[in-house]
Every structure is written in structure tokens, then in C-alpha cells.
């Protein structure tokens, strides 16, 4: 997939001639093949509506093993070298069937660019979604630095937390991005009938590389996956909530800022090219896992008491965005 282009503003630009919007609205996973791999791909840019702190929300909806001619679902099922078929396997989702987590994530202002540009903070998102789906702070550290090389990240977890990892690399091979916008002069006829919301669409493809103890003294285990993420995020800007929104977060919300961000997942594991079924499948992804999310914003703290008489005066907390 070519790189994301940016606008004036510093967002990805929305690009008629661009074909990752056009893939997945066919809903066909034999055209999410994957991707050339050519020069490094540029950071990803989000739209402006990304920035600031979330509640996200993710659901498990389901899996699909696409046909695909000489091999069969038992031979899947049967590689447990498949991106998703072990917790971690898919670092940022952990453990793929799970039905649902809440966690915390972020996205920021690119630093060191020009102050208009939005990234994700990768550091921040993967630690957090991991400890929230594993359940505790498993977590020590993640490595990543979007200035100097925005397609590797570094997760090292504490000492004995994880069976299933000790550090995992993450790699980033390929990119795309396309941003919808309904009021924009340049948008085909075709697509203003699709939606009315703003939408986001990215994709980017994976090379994970996990480390984790072996019964071979002093040898560590290593695991390599490959999957794509196919992201469709929709801008949803009234007050008006979702199906099933109540019992994803728990209970009555607030829908803080009059909008939320409604997103769907499509993770695509791939064959690695040792496999002996890797030519068969002639890079198509052979399981599809799906997933939807919803970004909402937190709470703003309550203001503090008000002082005794003499006291100095209470300020309400900074309002989290």
C-alpha cells in the first residue's frame, strides 16, 4: 500500500485514486492480500478528531477461515504458529477471542513536527491495552520512538508476569491511509452515499517477533507472526448512542464532548514463508478475526471542595479531553 499522504493541515488527505476504502467496503478478504514491500513507510497521521484521551472499548465479533483452493480448515486450525491463535501472538489485542476490555488510549500531537500533525501514542496504547486484557500490570516497559523510526516498537514485560513472552518486537513493514470527509469538495458521488460521517480509514502490516522462555536452558524462544490491521474509524457527532453502547461501558454514560468515535477491526494473519502451505495461499490471509470498538471521552474530575473560611480557594482538576 502506498504512504499515507498529508495535507496543508497536517492530517492524511483524502485521495480518490486510493484503493484501501474501495477494498473494504467490497467485503471480500481475497483482495487483503499482502502488501509490497517497498521503502519504509512514513508515520501514520490521524485526523485532527483522534486527539486527546480515551475510554476504548473493544468487542470480539467473530472469525472467518476464507477459501482458499489446496488447504483446507484443518491445516489452519492445526499451525499454532498463526497470528492469533496464541495469547500475544497479536500484541496490541493479547488474547483475540476475548469478548470484550476497556481500556485507556491516547493520541497526541506529533512531536518535533509541525503542532498540527495527530499520532498515536504507541508507547501509551500498547501497554495499556495489554495490562487491561491480561488483567494486570504485565507490562515493564515499552520502547518507541515515532521521530526516529516510527516502524518498531519495543515491549519488554516485568520478570515471570507472561508465559508467552519476555519481550516482543513489533515491525512495521507497510501503511495506507485515506480520510473520508463528506463536506470536502474532491468526494466522488459514489461515496457521499455511503456515509454521512467523517471517516478514517488505515491500514498497517505487522512483523512480530515474540521472545519467551524454552525448556532449553538459556535459549530463548522465539515466535514469529505476520498480520495486518485493517482499521475503519467513523466520527459519530451527536448524542445519540449505539447498540449495545450501556453494556459495553457498563452502565449509563455520559456521552462526554457530544461524540465518539465508532471503529471496526479486521486482523488478517498471514503464512510465513517457511510454511509449506505459504505458496499455496499465495499471500492471502488464511483467518480474518473482526472486532469493533468504541472511543469515547473520559469524565472531567469533579472541582474540589470549597475551603473553610480562611482556606484558599478550591480550582476544579485539569478537564481531561
Request: aromatic share 12%.
Amino acid at each position: 500500500f502506498p504512504a499515507p499522504a498529508s495535507s496543508a493541515t497536517g492530517e492524511p488527505k483524502f485521495n480518490v485514486g486510493d484503493s484501501l476504502s474501495a477494498k473494504l467496503l467490497q467485503r471480500d478478504v481475497s483482495v487483503l492480500k499482502t502488501p509490497l514491500f517497498n521503502l519504509a513507510p512514513s508515520t501514520q497521521l490521524f485526523p485532527s478528531w483522534f486527539e486527546g484521551n480515551w475510554i476504548t472499548t473493544i468487542s470480539f465479533r467473530g472469525f472467518e477461515f476464507p477459501t482458499i483452493p489446496g488447504i483446507s480448515k484443518e491445516q489452519i486450525v492445526a499451525n499454532t504458529a498463526i497470528a492469533g491463535f496464541q495469547k500475544l501472538s497479536v500484541a496490541q489485542i493479547v488474547d483475540i477471542g476475548k469478548p470484550t476490555t476497556t481500556y485507556p488510549s491516547q493520541w497526541v500531537r506529533q512531536p518535533g513536527g509541525d503542532g498540527r500533525a495527530v499520532v498515536e501514542n504507541r508507547e501509551f496504547n500498547l501497554k495499556a491495552a495489554i495490562d487491561a486484557t491480561t488483567g494486570y500490570a504485565t507490562v515493564d516497559r515499552v520502547e518507541y520512538d515515532g521521530g526516529k523510526n516510527a516502524n518498531r516498537a519495543s515491549i519488554i514485560f516485568k520478570e515471570g508476569s507472561s508465559r508467552n513472552a519476555e519481550r516482543i518486537e513489533l515491525f512495521t513493514n507497510a501503511r495506507s491511509s485515506e480520510l473520508y470527509d463528506p463536506t470536502a469538495p474532491d468526494v466522488p458521488p459514489a461515496k457521499l452515499e455511503k456515509f454521512a460521517d467523517p471517516c478514517f480509514y488505515n491500514s498497517e502490516y505487522f512483523r512480530q517477533v515474540t521472545f519467551s522462555l524454552s525448556k532449553q536452558f538459556g535459549v530463548a524462544r522465539e515466535v514469529v507472526t505476520e498480520y495486518q490491521y485493517f482499521w475503519t474509524h467513523r466520527l459519530i457527532q451527536n448524542q445519540e448512542l449505539p447498540d449495545g453502547f450501556l453494556d459495553l461501558v457498563g452502565g449509563k454514560e455520559e456521552l462526554v464532548g457530544g461524540y465518539y468515535i465508532k471503529s471496526t477491526l479486521l486482523t488478517c494473519a498471514y503464512l510465513q514463508p517457511q510454511d509449506e502451505l505459504y505458496f499455496k495461499a499465495a499471500g492471502m490471509p488464511v483467518v480474518v478475526y473482526s472486532h469493533d470498538l468504541i472511543h469515547r471521552r473520559p469524565r472531567r474530575p469533579a472541582a474540589s471542595p470549597s475551603p473553610g473560611p480562611g482556606g484558599a480557594a478550591g480550582s476544579p482538576g485539569p478537564a481531561q479531553e
